[in-house]
């Protein structure tokens, strides 16, 4: 017995899944809804004589990025009516990363944008799963991923845009965040504020998490034994929440050194600052000349009292009082689920993260037409609709994103080919 035991080799526990495979099912799902939407939209654009991947990477903001990365900063169009558009209103990550792929490569800069978007695209669906898994479960993160990809608005994250770059980037820094990474939270949360205004959502869900996770820290080192840790909670791949993950909460986050969360506090925001400073002092406007160069556009931030007219406005005739009413439905719709996330106890950082986007876009005093699309990194309010279909029969969760995914695909394609994203 001895001898044949020798020979045996030992049963071993078989090794957990990497994170890359557990995302999987996310990314195979994700790759494949948008490219029934660049099917659709080749279709539709062949059948009205127009060139689909110009539509993608030839028009309106891919324009102004592949302006910054051939030339640099300086271009201005000046309006009949006195506007001055200037290319610094568009944050300079993009433009970089296009500029570097050309450099490298025989891409063009616009092909650059393209391959950029469509790389950060998958990114941003690997982000949203892996935030989304830890906190509801593998079968969550896979809904969540899909939601974010049948957005009616989703042909934007393949186009040469910054939306895509921008949501992986968010989307890293807060799983860095709620697992503890705080360095890597704030490099990430500093190039998402290199790539566009909203990036400040980002440092906001840094520093609040940052702030609560050091009164934690101060609670579980009374002497009463108080602990700033809440129990974990165990649930299946259903769509209940699983762990603490809250780092404002979860013990093992406030137990990292304080040193690295100060650090990352301190990284987080500089990305924002330095290109906002950088852009004051090449105009002479000092703090405020970030600001006078998106007023030049003819946009700034009015608590959304123009948003609001602009609504009430639809309904002065009846065949404007549909967009009016959809209008209507659809912040309502984007209130709720964000009341949603709250009640249903969302970690702090996704909170503050999608509360400023929200409030960015939907306070934006111009441009009325591209809040769906400036709405797109508030990734988290899809979590409520990811659990609900988590916890659903596997077939109606397949049903509902294959229509959604049709729905998107053919209203990405009308769009485009009409008045297109503004």
């Known amino acids: 017995m001895t001898d044949l035991a ?38 539709w654009s062949a059948a009205r004589g127009k060139d689909p991947y110009t539509l993608l990477t030839g028009r309106w903001d891919a324009l102004w990025y592949e302006r910054v990365a051939s030339g640099g900063y300086g271009y201005v169009v000046r309006l009949p009516n006195g506007d001055v558009h200037s290319d610094l209103a568009f944050f300079p990550l993009l433009p970089w990363l296009e500029r570097l792929l050309h450099a490298v490569s025989p891409l063009s800069f616009g092909d650059a944008g393209f391959l950029v978007s469509l790389l950060a695209s998958l990114a941003a669906a690997g982000g949203i799963f892996a935030v989304a898994e830890f906190l509801y479960g593998r079968r969550a993160g896979v809904c969540a991923a899909l939601l974010w990809a049948v957005l009616p608005v989703g042909i934007v994250q393949s186009m040469a845009y910054s939306e895509s770059l921008f949501t992986a980037l968010a989307a890293w820094s807060l799983y860095a965040v709620l697992t503890g990474r705080w360095v890597g939270a704030g490099l990430l949360a500093a190039l998402a504020g290199l790539t566009r205004p909203v990036g400040l959502a980002v440092v906001a869900a840094v520093w609040a998490a940052g702030v609560v996770s050091f009164g ?49 506090m301190l990284i987080a925001p500089l990305g924002a600052a330095g290109y906002v400073l950088w852009v004051g002092r090449r105009t002479g406007g000092g703090l405020l000349g970030y600001a006078r160069v998106q007023a030049g556009w003819r946009n700034g931030f009015d608590g959304g009292y123009a ?7 639809k309904f002065t005739s009846f065949p404007s009082a549909a967009a009016g009413a959809g209008l209507v439905i659809g912040v309502a719709l984007v209130i709720w689920l964000y009341v949603t996330c709250v009640r249903q106890g969302q970690p702090l950082a996704p909170l503050v993260h999608t509360g400023v986007v929200l409030a960015l876009a939907l306070c934006a005093s111009s441009y009325f037409g591209s809040k769906p699309r400036l709405l797109m990194p508030a990734f988290p309010l899809l979590f409520p609709l990811a659990r609900a279909l988590a916890r659903s029969r596997t077939s109606t969760a397949v049903l509902v994103m294959a229509g959604a995914a049709v729905a998107s695909a053919v209203y990405g394609a009308f769009w485009l080919n009409g008045s297109g994203p503004p």
């Open 216 to 264: 934690r820290s101060r609670s579980a080192a009374r002497p009463d034994g108080a602990s700033g840790g809440v129990r974990a909670r165990s649930g299946g791949d259903r769509g209940t929440p699983r762990r603490a993950a809250d780092p404002a909460r979860a013990p093992d986050s406030v137990r990292a050194p304080a040193w690295r969360r100060v650090l990352g």
């Open 6 to 43: 020798k020979r045996v080799p030992p049963v071993r526990a078989p090794l957990p899944p990497s994170p890359f495979r557990r995302a999987l099912p996310a990314l195979y799902g994700y790759a494949a809804v948008r490219a029934l939407g660049l099917l659709v939209l080749g279709v």
């Open 307 to 313: 948003f609001a007219r602009f609504t009430a406005d």
